[in-house]
């Protein structure tokens, strides 16, 4: 609008009285300090924000060699992330407001606001705690502080919010340089076994090893919240708290990441029962190791020694975080003492008050570590201990409050297992789903950060997940699917029997279209209370039985079908749609259109489509058709519930008497007859909300995805405890071929093997099997059957496939010596967005014995000499077993079809043939591996066999084998 660019305080926005600072120029660090407008009006009222729930890790960006002492001098940069959680209804300081033209500055922050963390801290302390400092001059400034005299405004932005538990969730990315990859030199190591000689003292005195000062790099600020039922003992209320990691960049390239519900509900603990006491898990995963791999260090925090490869591994350690490891005076903060945290991240409460309890974990990998701190709410319920008149809290289902889960780049996530999520609750109340989706890994978080989430108990429109995930409802006999069938049935064309023009509307006699849909699963939507139709006739009976949405309007009968199913993306929303305005904002919201119009050859020339939706509202169970003129209206006319029906035809009607059901706002017979036809849908029962995570991750990583079930209408709004999915994403994997041993056959025997590689267990990969053309091939080799994948999977916990195929080949009398490696190719499918297609290969060693032939049936001594190109006498001499030459050989029997020779020095493929009255040629057909061998190219020791003839001498054998 013309406005110069906002300097320090310059230009800024006037609502009424009040001005807010909205264009800070944080470069040149000339910000209010107090983080507000010029004349402080937004702060005037603000008292100090009660954090609730915070994580601050940091992360590489960029490193080059820059040593303390030496290197290149080159700066590191880095990235430092803050997860928060806030009280909503503090007087925030807004950097940015969403639609900040409809809204107040009085107004709780929504999803997509930026606010400017503000309290009760400054450089000497925390020496206003009575919150006057902020009434009369505006609140005191709070930083983040990377450790080198450097410092941050805090400006975060709101990522989700809870109406119902008062808070917000928020992430700020400050991104620092650092001079010096670690503040500076601890002191000088002497690790046992190491050794250095040097030339001169200065020599040695460079090269001693020595330990590194870490930047110790904090957010800091006051005060904790102060909730209502906080016990003294756990609640550490109106105390500063204090985020801190710290940064050796020769050693470690990001400390954990770490996300929880900001509010975690447990049962009281009953310490009669000690193995009962409540449990949850905090989920942490190292930024930059693929999937589930564990953390490696670099240096170990010491220059001048390499760190040995026993000790690259940095595994994740969890404790309860101490004053000291917030950097906190124990006088200013007491570590909750019913806390207890075990080496796999599952902590245990052991609180017999119930409550608001401030909790924090330390997560620390050599090298690094990482603050959460959040909330746990007790609640007085005990479902495993003594009677107790507290209501039951509701109860996430699935084994375990942590689960794992595998998957991979391009791939839906949990096939062939669904990954659900699903609470129920004893007392029937209607339930928000409250969860956190985040990526524990660099490449991810920015994947996982897109949207924020308003949670709802009725919509949730896929917020706050990253690209590719969407959140569906289930339900136990869901809709998941909707189709609509024509039918011209023999009664609407008999005489007087509807209007005339049915007479001429043949095209969909029989119902065309009705047997497919039932065969695949698909029922009508019927008349109440109707019976008749054989499913033996559907055709000629479906009339009697389903409920015609085209009823007195002479046009096509109109059959609404619905498809029902348990484990499925649910339909949540159904709409119809008169016009096409309706229809463009339909499609906008998201709606899919059945293509088919409800008002097919009726005397209305307009166009009627029913749209559905899968969302994450709650499921759609039941749909029920009424027929005004037949049925009646739902409620008595007249009814304070009963609207009249407006000028265009709609109408309305009252939800609270058809059993549960509620109405959809469209006349179906709209603009074709005076009978009102009204569709009434009915959704899953209270008390409980099932979900199931559709998502097709694009990039490898660490995720989480940590949820829990709330009431949304009662007093208490008591929640299940928080469960965790823990998902390890990979990049799909070339397929891996699985070994033979050696093979070995005879001539005449078929050989029969298979060959198998191992690929990601999914049911959308494909893995196919050839055999590769270059190099050594089995001629006549063949695939019998189809691939087959085994039954059981295998290799990685279970997450392999195996695919393979058997191979046929049949040696005939021209593979004698055969040996070598036949290899197979093995293709992974590609097709589809983010995957890529592998190839890999796999050989296997097959060997031919030499003159051995494998008998088959009906096989005699002149057949197989015939083969070999000799006679049956010569056969029968390399046979002494053999008696007599007309019995009859056995199938399976193996018989000699030559001699073995060994290769002698000076020996030649001429000489031989002379000295055993044969033929180089003869030789050759005898021997695979000899077949374009040079007459000089024997090797010593070499194997061959040898057909020589008995009779003929050595100087006049004129036969030639081919």
Not at 708 to 736: F, H, K, N, V, Y
Not at 826 to 832: I, P, Q
């Amino acid at each position: 609008r013309g406005e110069p660019p906002a300097r320090g305080g310059g230009a800024g926005k006037k609502r009424g009285a009040e001005t807010l600072d909205r264009g800070l120029d944080k470069q040149e660090g000339k910000q209010d300090p107090r983080g507000c407008g010029q004349d402080g009006g937004a702060c005037r009222a603000a008292r100090a924000p009660a954090l609730r729930a915070g994580g601050a890790g940091g992360r590489v960006i960029q490193v080059w060699d820059a040593g303390v002492e030496g290197g290149d001098g080159q700066a590191q940069q880095v990235d430092f992330e803050l997860t928060t959680a806030w009280r909503r209804d503090f007087q925030w300081v807004y950097v940015k407001q969403v639609n900040a033209s409809t809204r107040t500055l009085t107004e709780s922050p929504i999803v997509g606001d930026v606010l400017r963390v503000t309290g009760l801290y400054d450089k000497n302390g925390f020496s206003d705690q009575s919150g006057t400092q902020a009434i009369t001059g505006g609140t005191s400034e709070i930083m983040f502080y990377p450790g080198d005299n450097a410092k941050y405004y805090v400006d975060m932005t709101v990522t989700s919010f809870s109406a119902s538990e008062n808070w917000i969730m928020c992430t700020t990315v400050i991104r620092h340089t650092y001079a010096t990859p670690y503040q500076g030199k601890a002191q000088d190591v002497y690790p046992p076994g190491f050794q250095y000689e040097a030339g001169s003292e200065g020599e040695l005195a460079a090269n001693q090893p020595f330990s590194h000062i870490p930047w110790k790099a904090y957010f800091m600020g006051c005060c904790r919240a102060d909730l209502p039922t906080l016990p003294a003992a756990g609640g550490n209320a109106n105390k500063p708290y204090r985020l801190e990691t710290m940064v050796d960049l020769t050693d470690r390239d990001n400390s954990p990441s770490s996300r929880t519900m900001p509010i975690v509900t447990v049962p009281k603990w009953w310490p009669g029962d000690a193995g009962a006491a409540p449990t949850f898990y905090v989920v942490a995963k190292d930024q930059y190791m693929p999937s589930s791999d564990p953390p490696i260090r670099l240096s170990g925090g010491v220059t001048n020694y390499p760190l040995p490869e026993a000790e690259w591994e940095a595994p994740l350690m969890y404790s309860v975080a101490t004053a000291e490891d917030l950097g906190l005076p124990s006088t200013t903060y007491a570590p909750y003492t019913g806390l207890m945290v075990d080496s796999m991240g599952m902590a245990t409460v052991q609180a017999q008050q119930a409550g608001y309890y401030q909790v924090a974990v330390k997560v620390f990998s050599n090298g690094t570590k990482t603050i959460v701190d959040f909330m746990v709410r007790v609640v007085d319920n005990a479902p495993l201990g003594p009677p107790s008149n507290a209501p039951p809290m509701p109860v996430a289902s699935g084994t375990g409050l942590l689960e794992r889960v595998n998957g991979w780049v391009g791939f839906k996530v949990g096939v062939p297992a669904m990954v659900d999520l699903v609470v129920t609750d004893p007392q029937q109340d209607r339930l928000v789903l409250n969860y956190v989706f985040s990526g524990l890994r660099v490449a991810a978080s920015t994947a996982a950060g897109g949207g924020g989430l308003v949670y709802s108990p009725m919509e949730l429109s896929h917020q706050g997940l990253p690209p590719g995930a969407l959140l569906y409802s289930t339900a136990e006999g869901a809709i998941v699917d909707i189709e609509v069938s024509y039918d011209n049935p023999f009664v609407s064309h008999r005489p007087q029997h509807d209007a005339a023009v049915s007479k001429q509307n043949r095209e969909f006699v029989n119902a065309p279209g009705a047997q497919d849909l039932w065969n695949r699963g698909y029922r009508p939507v019927n008349i109440t209370g109707s019976s008749g139709l054989n499913v033996n006739a559907l055709a000629d009976t479906l009339y009697k039985q389903a409920f015609n949405l085209n009823a007195g309007t002479g046009g096509a009968s109109v059959y609404m079908w619905v498809l029902r199913a348990t484990n499925q993306a649910a339909i949540t929303e159904l709409e119809v749609s008169t016009s096409a305005s309706q229809e463009r904002d339909l499609a906008g919201r998201g709606f899919v259109r059945v293509a088919k119009d409800l008002n097919m050859q009726s005397s209305s020339m307009k166009e009627i489509f029913l749209w559905y939706k899968k969302g994450s509202g709650p499921a759609i169970v039941d749909v029920s058709l009424v027929d005004v003129a037949v049925e009646g209206q739902c409620c008595a006319a007249g009814s304070p519930e009963m609207m009249s029906y407006d000028v265009s035809d709609v109408g309305m009607a009252c939800g609270n008497c058809t059993g549960g059901f509620t109405l959809v706002p469209a006349n179906l017979n709209f603009g074709a007859s005076l009978n009102k036809i009204f569709m009434y849908v009915k959704h899953s029962p209270r008390g409980m909300v099932s979900k199931q995570l559709s998502w097709v991750p694009q990039m490898p990583g660490h995720y989480a995805i940590c949820y829990s079930g709330q009431e949304a209408d009662t007093p208490m709004r008591l929640s299940s405890t928080q469960r965790c999915i823990d998902m390890s994403i990979r990049d799909d994997p070339a397929p891996m071929f699985q070994m033979l041993g050696n093979l070995t056959t005879y001539m005449g025997k078929l050989l029969t093997f298979k060959v198998a590689f191992v690929d990601i267990r999914h049911d959308d990969e494909m893995v196919t099997i050839r055999q590769a053309t270059d190099g050594l091939m089995l001629e006549g080799a063949r695939f019998t059957g189809s691939p087959s994948h085994s039954v059981a999977d295998v290799g990685m916990s279970g997450m392999q496939r195996e695919t393979s195929v058997m191979v046929e080949w049949f040696p005939d009398a021209k593979y004698g010596g055969f040996s070598g490696h036949v290899c197979f190719v093995a293709d992974d499918d590609g097709m589809g967005p983010y995957r890529h297609s592998d190839t890999s290969r796999g050989c296997v060693s097959v060997t031919v014995e030499r003159c051995k032939w494998w008998v088959q049936t009906e096989d005699t001594l002149v057949q197989v000499a015939a083969r070999f190109g000799t006679n049956w006498l010569q056969v029968w001499h390399f046979n002494p077993t053999i008696l007599h030459p007309d019995n009859a050989l056995p199938p399976g029997l193996i018989i000699n079809t030559g001699h073995l020779y060994q290769a002698e020095p000076s020996d030649a493929l001429s000489a031989l043939a002379e000295r055993f009255g044969t033929t180089i040629t003869h030789i050759r057909a005898n021997n695979w591996d000899m077949g374009g061998m040079p007459d000089s190219g024997l090797m010593v020791g070499q194997n061959m066999c040898v057909v020589p003839s008995s009779c003929a001498t050595a100087v006049n054998v004129q036969r030639t084998v081919g």
